[in-house]
Nanobody, 124 residues
Framework: QVQLAESGGGLVQAGGSLRISCAAS????????MGWFRQVPGKEREWVAG????????NYADSVKGRFTISRDNAKNTVFLQMNNLKPEDTAVYYC?????????????????WGQGTQVTVSS
């Protein structure tokens, strides 16, 4: 059974930094891509960043490019999202998701498991 558990969310001032983590278990983590999504009330969940199975390829939504960095530690079955220069519009619940394929994908139906989410709040 695939399980994903996010941690590290919290409250930060605009311009600050935060790193959130996602620990995976129950499957062969290092064979599959991972993604981070975020959602605010009343809006659809949006893709934020993706990483391939090896960690060598990454991709980002335009809204976070240059500020966020996704990475993974396959030895620890963990994916990270380093968020710098945070803005109030980054406030959301952040979810990690396990892809069914090795490469990066932005398509929600390619993700087979989701974490419970972690709240990130950026104050102005």
């Amino acid at each position: 059974q695939v399980q994903l558990a996010e941690s590290g969310g919290g409250l930060v001032q605009a311009g600050g930094s935060l790193r959130i983590s996602c620990a995976a278990s129950g499957y062969h983590f290092s064979s599959y891509g991972m993604g981070w999504f975020r959602q605010v009330p009343g809006k659809e969940r949006e893709w934020v960043a993706g990483i391939d199975f090896s960690g060598r390829q990454t991709n980002y939504a335009d809204s976070v490019k240059g500020r966020f960095t996704i990475s993974r530690d396959n030895a620890k079955n963990t994916v990270f999202l380093q968020m710098n220069n945070l803005k109030p519009e980054d406030t959301a619940v952040y979810y990690c998701a396990a892809s069914r394929i090795p490469k990066i994908t932005t398509v929600r139906t390619n993700f087979g498991a989701w974490g419970q989410g972690t709240q990130v709040t950026v104050s102005s």
